[in-house]
C-alpha cells in the first residue's frame, strides 16, 4: 500500500498523559499537513512540512502540540498533558506540489478521558 | 481570512438521480483553487473534484461536475446518475497559491442514498 499511513488509529489516554502519533507520507510527497476534524466540523489546518521545515503552524497549534518531521520522511504529532477538548480525529495529509491533489491518511481518532 | 461555507448539513437523493451540494467561499485573493473531497464513514477522505480559479470552465470528473460563480463566490458539486456508494461526507475546500497553501474546509454535507 503506497498511500500515507497513520499509527495507531485510535488512542484513548487519560487526561494529563502525553500521546504521539506518526504519519507515513506517501514517498516523495515533500509537503506533510497535520488537520484536526472534531465532531461535525470539517477538517482545520494544524500545521505543514515541507521537507524537514516545518514552515506554518496554525494558531490552534498550543504550545502543548509539537510535531517533527526529521529527514523529511514521516512526521509526529505530539501533545503533552492532553485535555478533554483535545479529542478528535487527527488527519495526515500529503501532497507532491502546492495545490495539486492532497492525499489523506485514515486518521488518529484521540479520546481523552 | 479565508472561510468556506456549506449551508446543507444534510442532503437526500434517490438512487439515478442528480443531487447538487452547494458551497460559498470568501477570499480576496485572485488566484486560488477549490476542492470537493468525500469522506467515506471510517475511510480516508478522497478528491472528488477540483477547480483553478484562473480557469473559467467548469470542471467535470465523469458523473462529478461543478458549477463555478467567481464573482458570486460560489462552487457547486452536481452529482449525476447517483449510486449508492456516493453516500458519504462531502467537503468543500479553499487553497490559495500561497507557501503551505493549506485547505481550508467548510462544515460538510452527509449525503444519504435511497434505492
Known amino acids: 500500500d503506497t498511500g500515507v499511513s497513520q499509527d495507531p488509529r485510535h488512542k484513548i489516554t487519560k487526561r494529563g498523559q502525553n500521546v504521539t502519533f506518526r504519519c507515513d507520507p506517501i514517498?516523495?510527497?515533500?509537503?506533510l499537513y497535520w488537520y484536526r476534524q472534531t465532531l461535525g466540523q470539517g477538517p482545520e489546518f494544524l500545521t505543514y512540512f515541507q521537507n524537514e521545515a516545518q514552515l506554518e503552524k496554525s494558531r490552534l497549534l498550543s504550545d502543548r502540540f509539537s510535531a517533527e518531521r526529521p529527514k523529511g520522511s514521516f512526521s509526529t504529532l505530539e501533545i503533552q498533558r492532553t485535555e478533554q477538548g483535545d479529542s478528535a480525529m487527527y488527519l495526515c495529509a500529503s501532497r507532491p506540489d502546492k495545490n495539486t491533489e492532497a492525499f489523506f491518511g485514515q486518521g488518529t481518532r484521540l479520546t481523552v478521558v | 481570512a479565508q472561510t468556506v461555507t456549506q449551508s446543507q448539513p444534510e442532503m437526500s437523493v434517490q438512487e439515478a438521480e442528480t443531487v447538487t451540494l452547494s458551497c460559498t467561499y470568501d477570499t480576496s485573493e485572485s488566484d486560488y483553487y477549490l476542492f470537493w473531497y468525500k469522506q467515506p464513514p471510517s475511510r480516508q477522505m478522497i478528491l472528488v473534484i477540483r477547480?483553478?480559479?484562473?480557469?473559467?470552465q467548469n470542471a467535470t470528473e465523469n458523473r462529478f461536475s461543478v458549477n463555478f460563480q467567481k464573482a458570486a463566490k460560489s462552487f457547486s458539486l452536481k452529482i449525476s446518475d447517483s449510486q449508492l456508494g456516493d453516500a458519504a461526507m462531502y467537503f468543500c475546500?479553499?487553497?490559495?497559491?500561497?507557501?503551505?497553501?493549506?485547505?481550508?474546509f467548510g462544515t460538510g454535507t452527509r449525503l444519504q442514498v435511497t434505492l
Open positions: 475546500a479553499y487553497s490559495y497559491t500561497g507557501t503551505a497553501s493549506k485547505l481550508t
Open positions: 514517498s516523495e510527497h515533500n509537503r
Open positions: 477547480q483553478e480559479a484562473y480557469k473559467q
